[in-house]
């Protein structure tokens, strides 16, 4: 089975924190992603990345940066965190390097609150 | 921009019932998929599919490439349905609905 494991299920920052979300998967995918979760909004992503140390931009990548060293890993991180980016997060990662469609596995996902 | 569109997005029903959820897409796609999120937040993978219908247990899922449409149908509803149940179009990237939050009362 395919697991992707998340450093925290839950974790409170304080506005200008600097916050790092952690994801690894056990599978040799090539691509991990990072997500977050709003109420109607549904999940929208953050970044993408297809192989070390390469990344792409999502829809939402504003505030965020991502770090890909290693090919199991792939890390969110929050610069200076703020109120507005309280949500869930979720980590996925897919084989098919470039290939963004491919079926993904999630992570539990980490409920980051900013206070 | 809502190139997966679910519908209802809230729904109640009562233990036994039979449910459809629906979602229309409006981009090229090379599959469907289904997932299901139960409170806690993870997400699994129910069905993948890319033309006609699939069945496991009480879940079938159908899709109608023509139209852009797929339904995900539960029979015979039970409380441990309750979920939030999510559409996901994959072409060269993944476009996802905004879910379903589905709750079985017993």
């Known amino acids: 089975d395919v697991k992707v494991t998340q450093s925290s299920r839950y974790l409170v920052k304080r506005t200008g924190e600097k916050v790092f979300l952690e994801c690894v998967q056990d599978?040799?995918?090539?691509?991990m992603f990072w997500y977050r979760q709003d109420p109607g909004l549904g999940l929208r992503l953050i970044y993408f990345s297809y192989d070390v140390k390469m990344k792409e931009k999502g829809d939402i990548p504003e505030g965020y940066s991502v770090s890909r060293e290693k090919k199991e890993r792939f890390s969110l991180i929050l610069e200076s965190a703020s109120t507005n980016q309280t949500s869930m997060y979720l980590c996925?990662?897919?084989?098919?390097?470039?290939?963004?469609?491919?079926?993904?596995?999630f992570g539990p996902g980490t409920r980051l609150t900013v206070t | 921009k809502n190139e997966v569109e679910q519908s209802p997005q809230n729904l109640t029903a009562q233990e036994g019932e039979f449910i459809t959820i629906n979602c229309s897409y409006s981009v090229g796609i090379s599959a469907l998929h289904w997932l299901q999120q139960h409170p806690g937040g993870g997400i699994v993978s129910l069905f993948m599919l890319s033309s006609g219908k699939k069945k496991h247990g009480r879940l079938i899922a159908t899709i109608n490439i023509q139209e852009k449409h797929s339904s995900l149908h539960i029979t015979a509803s039970h409380p441990r349905d309750s979920a939030v149940y999510i559409c996901a179009a994959t072409g060269n990237q993944f476009y996802f609905g905004t879910g379903t939050s589905l709750t079985v009362i017993p």
């Open positions: 996925a990662s897919s084989s098919h390097s470039r290939d963004r469609g491919h079926e993904q596995y």
């Open positions: 599978m040799d995918h090539e691509n």
